[in-house]
């Protein structure tokens, strides 16, 4: 009945707190502990161009060229640098996919009454795992995706096809966390590389001198 929608509410409002405390936190971490340090707050404002495209297209693969120039034009990366890291990222980083694994399978388990035991939680994080790596250009494949993973668990699919109707809410976000992450990680590659670029000069021009 109408109460699906308020249920869908609570799940859709669970799902968007988890992406952004693992901006927030996971990805500010990282950000924070590499040097030089970078405020998390100021990184998703820099990033704005990027999550704005994301959450317009839900594609991972058209978002790299985007990617791309943020990264160049607001962080300082060399393109030799993000235009391998940020497609090799598009395929293999999927946070935002496995956060919303999470999310529907503990809604669904829920919604039945069923405890998941131990064995069924590892499960459901080495099958994520797997599925998570592949269809990031193609939108709306993460629900293909999910069906699988919830009948691992042993939970009715039959709840995958009342969330399918709103996925394209999730699906926002999901490609939002995913490229913010590869950004994050094009980042730290960069500045490590740079870093790394000044070391060897400045050892060089000693070993020049000498």
Same mark, same amino acid.
């Given at each position: 009945g109408a109460g699906i929608f308020?249920?869908?509410a609570v799940l859709v409002g669970t799902y968007y707190a988890a992406c952004l405390a693992h901006v927030i936190i996971v990805y500010g971490g990282f950000l924070m502990a590499f040097k030089p340090h970078i405020n998390p707050f100021r990184f998703i404002r820099d990033s704005a161009e990027v999550?704005?495209?994301?959450?317009?297209?839900?594609?991972?693969?058209?978002?790299?060229?985007?990617?791309?120039?943020v990264a160049e034009k607001k962080f300082g990366i060399p393109e030799r640098i993000s235009g391998f890291?940020?497609? /090799?990222?598009?395929?293999?980083?999927?946070?935002?996919?496995?956060?919303?694994?999470?999310?529907?399978?503990?809604?669904?388990?829920?919604?039945?009454?069923?405890?998941?035991?131990?064995?069924?939680?590892?499960?459901?994080?080495?099958?994520s795992t797997i599925l998570s790596m592949g269809g990031g250009g193609i939108p709306g494949s993460g629900i293909v995706k999910l069906m699988v993973v919830v009948q691992?668990?042993? /939970?009715?699919?039959?709840?995958?096809?009342?969330?399918a109707a709103f996925y394209r809410l999730f699906d926002?976000?999901?490609?939002?966390?995913?490229?913010?992450?590869?950004?994050?990680?094009?980042?730290?590659?960069?500045?490590?590389?740079?870093?790394?670029?000044?070391?060897?000069?400045?050892?060089?021009?000693?070993?020049?001198?000498?």
């Amino acid at each position: 009945g109408a109460g699906i929608f308020t249920s869908m509410a609570v799940l859709v409002g669970t799902y968007y707190a988890a992406c952004l405390a693992h901006v927030i936190i996971v990805y500010g971490g990282f950000l924070m502990a590499f040097k030089p340090h970078i405020n998390p707050f100021r990184f998703i404002r820099d990033s704005a161009e990027v999550w704005i495209y994301t959450i317009s297209t839900c594609s991972s693969i058209a978002t790299i060229p985007v990617n791309i120039k943020v990264a160049e034009k607001k962080f300082g990366i060399p393109e030799r640098i993000s235009g391998f890291t940020i497609p /090799l990222g598009s395929q293999m980083n999927t946070d935002g996919s496995v956060l919303l694994y999470a999310c529907v399978i503990l809604f669904i388990s829920q919604m039945i009454g069923q405890q998941m035991t131990l064995f069924q939680l590892v499960n459901v994080i080495f099958i994520s795992t797997i599925l998570s790596m592949g269809g990031g250009g193609i939108p709306g494949s993460g629900i293909v995706k999910l069906m699988v993973v919830v009948q691992s668990a042993g /939970l009715p699919i039959e709840v995958v096809g009342v969330i399918a109707a709103f996925y394209r809410l999730f699906d926002m976000g999901t490609t939002t966390n995913n490229c913010l992450g590869d950004l994050v990680g094009t980042v730290i590659v960069g500045k490590a590389e740079e870093k790394y670029t000044i070391a060897e000069n400045d050892r060089r021009d000693l070993s020049q001198q000498k």
